[in-house]
């Protein structure tokens, strides 16, 4: 294909997804999300036109701020990103252009600048040294063992099997156990090698017979060059004014050690310029499927991530925990069985370069000695200098500085917790989350070395629309689609493309590669999704005899209560008047803080006859996506609302007698206490799942989920309330715990 058709074929796959963001269109809402999955593919079959798709899309993001069209600055510098991520003939000329436009957008409010940030440090890094964020991308998904690299990442998703049909839970395993099959770490270390060295070199490398070579080779020699090319990037790129000419010589010397003389090189190249420019993919983050079957799991799952079986025996505030029952995936789950012993090579062994030079035998990998056990103090509570909510730092794609850390203590992992389904799949998240961070305060032993991400995919299963009194169950998935377009385009689109696979009889053909379209969009929105959506979590005390102390539980997105059958009165109490209990609903007191702009306490107490409430947390339209109930940071006033919806009871008489009416009636609240005045009990759903039922409750109160609180954290509070003002008081109380759920831009304003 020429060059000006390669051009014209980007551009109109550019526009396509362009015309996706500014017209959404329900009647081409099947469509939606391959206009951007189909352009990376066509930069996959021609890599080498990867700089001819960098100017197009660089040229539209100028036009977009020249033009002041914000709504599409984001997916487009997201797909720039993911370009420049995997390419390898980029000139600096690009680069420079690219970071110029980000630094630009730091003037503009969030989330632009948020984004644009992440961007331009990541754009910084690669141009010091080429091929440095692929690199990295790889060693992190695939846990590729590295010293000066050892960050390692993992992508867990979890399906509720009760929520989830069984045929959709077959052909997500199956594709991703397909897809893994075909990306060894034997391929991931040569994908690596040979991206970098063509990177440095562009046109002198030959990256056909380099990657042929590398096939060739044993395992213990490839891992020699891959360690040789990693520590040649990590040591350039770590330094305060990286040498670009020092860093091509040693590369140089690699790739020469390999395939022969420089001269010889040169001299060869015409003959082979056919093959000169394969693709070299980007391998796809390490998936491991889960169904969610125990309340526990998450904790479990993530202890296991942290500390293998196979490497490290658990510490002894681990080892008292019952794992009993416990399975893991280990054919999905990586782990490495190396012996650490990765500079012994056998004298004579195939193809190891005869003289090394100096640095390259820096760059060799020695003998280490033990992994060292760390041993935590029993009482290590959380440092008040933390930056944002524990164990929620985005990755930006460089190691974070030593501010954010505890003392002696390195955050290496991240955990990308991807939860498949509906509302209820997102409330049972909320409940493991709440379940998580009210353990670390205890035991504190994930937090300092866990960066965890959540994401959510919706689910849906086809619902009968002549169906009524069933809840709606995708409400939190329209509220982000809403907030962020793109997750709207990218993701809220796949739950057609996951209903149909399911319905697809199995591949059983593994020795085809497979080009799977919904593993590519979870690997594109787990790595470019990195702005949250912070969610409110509510507790709420159930009260099903008031002498006895509640049950607490908490909810995400909705609390329903109904109305249950009147039962009669106790033995020993007293009769009630005659007609307390007439006609339909009950008679309820209901206690609420006013939700106010001011946020100036206001109580409102009312009594009232209903038969039905329902507490909402997601916004219904919207005008509302960008209110009080959500925000983009942690720290942001006014996050917590409730949309409180009641079915009112009211009476009338007449002449034909006593009628009854009903009227809906709705306000706003930060908390809520509601109790029932007759005999009638009440029934709680929490977040729409039947599974979370409390029936015979006289009394409930729900309210913002604080922080959970170590003893030592209870105490002080304890001593500030008896000694201290009021006002030293409130500033004592924890904050609400909020849940992020990643999207590509956050809230949009």
């Known amino acids: 294909m020429e060059s000006s058709d390669v051009e014209l074929d980007f551009q109109r796959s550019v526009q396509a997804v362009l015309r996706e963001l500014n017209t959404p269109n329900p009647a081409l809402q099947r469509n939606q999300g ?44 997201l797909t720039l990103m993911c370009v420049l991520t995997k390419a390898t003939s980029i ?90 099959e075909q990306q060894t770490p034997e391929a991931c270390m040569r994908h690596v090698v040979c991206h970098a060295l063509e990177a440095a070199l562009g046109d002198d490398c030959h990256t056909g017979a380099l990657n042929r070579k590398l096939q060739a080779t044993s395992r213990r020699v490839l891992e020699y060059y891959f360690h040789a090319v990693v520590a040649a ?38 003959d082979f310029l056919q093959d000169r420019r394969p693709s070299i993919p980007l391998p796809g983050p390490c998936i491991t499927f889960h169904l969610w079957t125990d309340q526990e799991q998450l904790w479990k799952e993530l202890v296991l991530f942290l500390r293998p079986r196979s490497q490290l025996r658990l510490s002894v505030d681990l080892e008292a925990l019952d794992l009993q029952g416990l399975r893991l995936d280990w054919g ?22 005869a003289a090394p030079s100096s640095e390259m035998e820096r760059a060799a990998l020695q003998r280490k000695g033990g992994i060292k056990k760390r041993v935590w103090p029993p009482d290590f509570s959380m440092p008040g200098s933390w930056d944002g909510p524990p164990g929620l730092h985005r990755r930006t794609g460089r190691p974070s500085g030593d501010g954010g850390q505890l003392p002696g203590v390195s955050r290496v992992h991240t955990a990308r917790v991807l939860v498949l389904g509906d509302d209820r799949m997102v409330g049972r998240l909320a409940q493991a989350y709440y379940r998580l961070r009210k353990r670390e305060t205890r035991k504190f032993c994930l937090t300092p070395r866990l960066s965890l991400q959540l994401y959510y995919i919706p689910v849906l299963a086809p619902q009968d629309p002549e169906a009524s009194g069933k809840p709606e169950l995708g409400e939190l998935a329209s509220f982000l689609g809403q907030a962020d377009p793109w997750y709207e385009s990218t993701v809220n689109t796949l739950c057609p493309a996951i209903l149909k696979l399911a319905e697809m009889p199995p591949c059983l053909d593994t020795s085809r590669p497979v080009d799977p379209f919904i593993l590519d969009v979870i690997t594109y929105y787990v790595r470019m999704g990195t702005q949250p959506v912070y969610f409110q979590l509510y507790k709420v005390k159930i ?23 009147s039962k009669g009165p106790k033995e020993g109490s007293s009769p009630r008047r005659r007609g307390a209990a007439e006609g339909p ?71 034909a ?23 009638r009990r009440l029934t709680l759903w929490l977040d729409k799942d039947s599974r979370r039922t409390f029936r015979d409750v006289v009394r409930f109160e729900a309210g913002p989920c604080p922080e959970p609180c170590s003893r ?28 992020p759920i990643n999207t590509f831009s956050g809230i949009i304003q």
């Open 34 to 77: 391959m206009w951007r999955w189909s352009l990376h593919k066509k930069v996959e079959r021609n890599p080498g036109k990867s700089s001819v798709l960098v100017r197009i899309l660089l040229r539209e993001l100028e036009k977009a701020e020249s033009e002041d069209v914000r709504h599409v600055i984001v997916p487009l510098l």
């Open 91 to 180: 000139t600096e000329e690009l680069y420079h252009r690219a970071y110029t436009f980000c630094t630009r957008l730091l003037t503009l409010p969030a989330p632009y600048s948020t984004v644009a940030l992440d961007c331009a440090i990541r754009l910084k890094t690669e141009m010091a040294v080429p091929g440095t964020l692929y690199q990295r991308t790889v060693i992190a998904e695939q846990n590729l063992m590295s010293e000066l690299y050892p960050y390692q990442e993992r992508v867990f998703l979890f399906v509720d099997p009760e929520l989830v049909s069984a045929s959709v839970c077959s052909a997500l395993l199956l594709e991703i156990q397909t897809a893994q």
């Open 233 to 270: 990037i990590e040591q350039v790129a770590n330094e305060d004014n990286p040498s670009r000419l020092g860093h091509l010589e040693r590369l140089e010397e690699i790739y020469c050690s390999l395939l022969g003389p420089a001269t010889t090189r040169r001299r060869c190249v015409g």
């Open 332 to 353: 999905l789950a990586r782990v490495s069985t190396d012996s650490g012993i990765e500079r012994d090579l056998p004298v004579g062994s195939d193809e190891l370069p």
């Open 543 to 565: 009260f099903t005899n008031l002498s006895h102390d509640p049950t607490e539980d908490i909810f995400l997105t909705e609390l329903k209560v109904t109305i249950q059958d």
């Open 585 to 655: 609903g009950a008679e309820l007191s209901v206690c609420y803080q006013k939700a106010l702009l001011s946020h100036r306490p206001r109580e409102v107490i009312v009594s009232l006859r209903a038969t039905e409430l329902v507490l909402k947390a997601i916004p219904a339209g919207d005008t509302e996506v960008s209110g009080f109930s959500h925000c983009t940071s942690p720290n942001a006033p006014g996050c917590s609302c409730l949309h409180v919806s009641v079915t009112e009871v009211v009476k009338s008489s007449n002449l």
């Open 657 to 679: 007698g006593r009628s009854f009416t009903t009227a809906a009636n709705t306000f706003r609240t930060s908390s809520i206490q509601v109790q029932s005045q007759d005999q």
């Open 712 to 739: 030592a954290q209870k105490s002080k509070m304890a001593g500030l309330n008896s000694h201290r003002q009021e006002t030293e008081t409130k500033v004592a109380k924890p904050n609400s715990l909020l849940m």
